[in-house]
């Protein structure tokens, strides 16, 4: 390799770029905080979840009728789909981190298509509820089961929490379709990137 | 045996690699800002990674891997909804002022120029430049011994012709 004026050459220009100086200490303070924030949109997400769980606990603890019932069955499935999910995919996003950059490429490649998958079982599992929960308010109040007040008040939540889902759904979903479009760019092979050399 | 602290281990392996890590982080990324943050990615994720390091690679191929896995990751995220790097350089062959301010910040010319390449050419000969083997690069990369040299015959070609045009 040494024989090699031209890469030599490169390697002595190469080397002369170097990093700025840094403590132990000031890697340790950035590790941490980074960790930190992590954590925090952890909790964010598992006390998300407890609160689906909590609020379709108390709907039916005041109301046991059997289509409350199956609701709250769907959500708290939906829910612990969605815990189980969250586990895996952080767990994935650390662990793969020292496997070889194929291997990496192939486990990102998974992730964003998990990702779109249970983004489009979240959609479906959105619908259902909404099948179940819609007629079941709407002849709750013709029936005259539950006042205005009541009947507003659900209707209500029910749009927020459904607008809440598509715009999150949204979100995740141009995200890990982006991602996987760049990592599909990024891999073009190195022979159709540079036929004209061959 | 004992361990040494987590932070002596990290410290000495800043210490040994932290310019390595700095020329993939300027590699993958130039604008500064940016290369910040790309380089505070890959100590979270050496710092997290190195406990559970039990010598299956060597250390160095330990280090590159994350390097290059979390430059990727940046990469892949950081367009969305802006202009990509890559974008610019395809599309205007002029200097841009981000290039400008990397050569007054004393980096070299090559840098500009390995960042100019496509990405697998980028990765073999940012390996190659470091001085690894090509087992090693193939250990990094999860690719062939072959593979690795027909990569490298390739970037070389190509930094050569980007290097000429930036002299």
């Given at each position: ?6 890469m ?61 019932w ?23 996003l650390?662990?793969?981190?020292v ?100 | ?12 392996l800043w ?30 994720a ?82 190659a ?5 090509y087992?090693e ?31």
């Amino acid at each position: 390799m040494n024989a090699d004026p031209e890469m030599s050459s490169w390697r002595a220009e190469w080397r002369v770029i170097a990093p700025e100086p840094q403590t132990a200490d000031q890697l340790r303070r950035l590790a941490t905080k980074q960790q930190n924030r992590l954590r925090t949109w952890q909790v964010g997400e598992l006390a998300a979840a407890l609160i689906f769980l909590v609020f379709s606990g108390g709907l039916l603890w005041r109301n046991p009728v059997p289509e409350v019932w199956l609701w709250a069955a769907i959500v708290w499935a939906s829910t612990f789909a969605a815990i189980a999910f969250s586990i895996w995919n952080w767990r994935n996003l650390w662990s793969s981190d020292v496997k070889s950059v194929t291997e990496f490429i192939a486990t990102y490649k998974k992730r964003c298509l998990a990702t779109l998958r249970a983004l489009r079982f979240g959609l479906r599992f959105l619908a259902v509820q909404l099948a179940i929960s819609v007629p079941w308010l709407a002849m709750s109040f013709t029936t005259k089961r539950i006042s205005s007040v009541r009947f507003f008040t659900a209707a209500g939540i029910l749009t927020a929490f459904t607008a809440c889902l598509l715009l999150f759904g949204r979100h995740y979903r141009r995200a890990a379709q982006y991602e996987l479009d760049e990592l599909n760019k990024s891999q073009e092979s190195p022979e159709t990137l540079s036929m004209d050399l061959c | 045996m004992q361990l040494e602290p987590l932070e002596q281990r990290y410290a000495r392996l800043w210490e040994m690699f932290g310019a390595s890590i700095s020329r993939v982080a300027g590699a993958y990324e130039s604008r500064p800002e940016l290369r910040e943050d790309l380089l505070q990615e890959i100590r979270l994720a050496i710092w997290i990674a190195l406990p559970k390091f039990r010598g299956d690679s060597s250390l160095r191929t330990f280090v590159f891997r994350i390097a290059h896995n979390r430059a990727l990751t940046h990469i892949w995220r950081r367009k969305r909804g802006g202009k990509s790097e890559e974008a610019e350089h395809l599309h205007d062959a002029r200097p841009n002022p981000e290039a400008t301010v990397i050569q007054h910040t004393n980096e070299s010319r090559l840098m500009t120029a390995v960042s100019q390449l496509p990405i697998p050419l980028r990765q073999v000969i940012m390996l190659a430049l470091e001085e690894l083997p090509y087992t090693e690069i193939g250990a990094v990369l999860g690719i062939s011994e072959g593979n690795v040299a027909v990569r490298v015959n390739r970037a070389r070609k190509l930094l050569r012709e980007n290097l000429g045009g930036t002299r």
